[in-house]
């Protein structure tokens, strides 16, 4: 079966959520998604199909009519569908035969298309300003609003999106000030007991919602984290998160006990001593993702133009209690300690520059999965050193995977894509069996603003 890379493109400059393109980027053509097929051999060959292009910057009327937000007893009013290109789509979600997208707009919006030729079916509002993120789920669009730190859940049947059903967010703020005077939603994630997690960057804060039949939410707990870090987004652990800070650049893990959750530390996720990244003016890291068998995690760090990797096998949150007391975990209040008084923290293995100019997103392939070890997430490490089990040799130099491919290059064991978003290229390294990229990406392939990459 051929795979595809899905791309989700920005198409004009100003959006909120710190993503677009500089204005002097924004031209008539722009295209707001680009399906491109992937050889066998892991390189990306042509663009299979393309949604309709924009053919100017800046004209509200050429979407075809405003998105009206939903608000009390308000009719929400929808683009025409067949009509209207899809723009600044800095999210996508592929489910099926369909692919949705959010349009990050001041007037947001959800779209879904055909995934063979990338036609709209149909279009509504978000329900807020400038979406940023979406999950597909049990019939429902759940969407994180940015601009107005709000999140919708939005009915679909067939590739036909109704209005939404509800739009909920909850108040706060943080100390900074030009990125936390309100609450800033950017990322929604559905949990294996089917709640909802909720990234809220500017209250630095994780929601979490439950729900009934009906795909209406109801906040259940919330877990603080220290101010200024700007949660952007995370992913599910054993036994807790793991959560990147945009404003403050560390990776934070939040322990699970019971039908709550617990701050317990926060780490470093870059090389200080890299001599070509030590100089960058500003570290701002944007996805984080966890190899097939969980036990390295991926960053991108926009400023810097990274890719960090980090062992993050030995974390575990305390057992016994139940609870997380002074003598098992430091301080347990946000703000506190970071120092962990059990298991091993993540331990950097590798920074590597991502290929181009801000990424802001990437996506894994190709690795091996959980399913060839035999084993599930909870048992794929050792008795707690730092290094990831493996059966693999361990004198196989970093990003090199000791073997060739016909082409006298080494064979890779997987794949990363980055999305670098103001180089307009999707940089592709192939991984060494170690799970590090090779220090150079194999292809480079142009493409307008990349902000989301998705393969299916």
Not at 60 to 81: D, I, K, L
Request: hydrophobic residues 35%.
């Amino acid at each position: 079966m051929e795979r595809t890379l899905f791309v989700g493109s920005y198409t004009e400059p100003g959006n909120v959520a710190e993503g677009g393109i500089a204005a002097g980027d924004a031209a008539a053509g722009a295209v707001g998604i680009t399906a491109v097929r992937i050889g066998d051999n892991g390189l990306l060959t042509s663009v299979r199909a393309r949604s309709k292009a924009v053919q100017s910057v800046g004209q509200a009327g050429e979407s075809g009519g405003n998105v009206v937000h939903p608000g009390a007893g308000a009719q929400t009013a929808v683009r025409n569908g067949s009509v209207a290109p899809v723009r600044n789509a800095s999210f996508l979600a592929v489910d099926g035969p369909f692919v949705y997208a959010v349009e990050e707009l001041a007037d947001g919006a959800v779209v879904a298309l055909h995934r063979n030729n990338l036609t709209v079916i149909s279009r509504v509002s978000s329900g807020g300003s400038d979406p940023c993120h979406l999950v597909s789920s049990d019939g429902n669009l759940t969407v994180a609003n940015y601009g107005s730190g709000t999140v919708a859940v939005v009915p679909v049947r067939g590739g036909e999106l109704a209005a939404a059903i509800e739009l909920t967010g909850e108040p706060g703020c943080g100390p900074v000030q030009d990125r936390q005077a309100s609450p800033h939603a950017h990322q929604v994630t559905v949990t294996g007991w089917g709640t909802v997690l909720v990234c809220d960057l500017g209250a630095d804060r994780v929601d979490e919602y439950g729900g009934g039949t009906d795909g209406r939410l109801v906040l259940l707990t919330s877990v603080r984290l220290p101010p200024g870090t700007g949660p952007r987004h995370l992913v599910l652990i054993p036994d807790g998160l793991l959560v990147v800070g945009e404003l403050d650049a560390r990776l934070h893990h939040i322990g699970r006990f019971g039908h709550g959750w617990q701050w317990l530390a926060a780490t470093s996720i870059v090389d200080p001593s890299h001599p070509a990244l030590s100089s960058a003016d500003g570290v701002y890291p944007s996805h984080l993702a966890l190899s097939a068998d969980g036990s390295l995690l991926y960053v991108a760090i926009r400023g810097r133009d990274s890719i960090s990797v980090l062992d993050v096998s030995g974390m575990r949150v305390p057992r016994g209690t139940g609870r997380l007391t002074a003598a098992n975990a430091g301080d347990s209040g946000a703000g506190g300690s970071t120092e962990r008084k059990t298991g091993f923290p993540p331990r950097l293995l590798a920074e590597v520059p991502c290929g181009g100019h801000w990424p802001r997103h990437f996506t894994l392939s190709g690795q091996s999965t959980p399913a060839d070890t035999g084993k599930d997430v909870d048992e794929r490490t050792d008795d707690r050193t730092t290094k990831p089990t493996s059966t693999k040799p361990a004198t196989t130099p970093a990003g090199n995977s000791g073997h060739t491919d016909n082409d006298g290059k080494n064979a890779a064991d997987g794949w990363l894509y980055v999305a670098n978003e103001r180089s307009h290229q999707i940089s592709a390294f192939a991984l060494g069996v170690d799970g590090v990229p090779e220090p150079v990406p194999r292809q480079q392939f142009a493409i307008n603003a990349p902000a989301c990459l998705v393969v299916g």
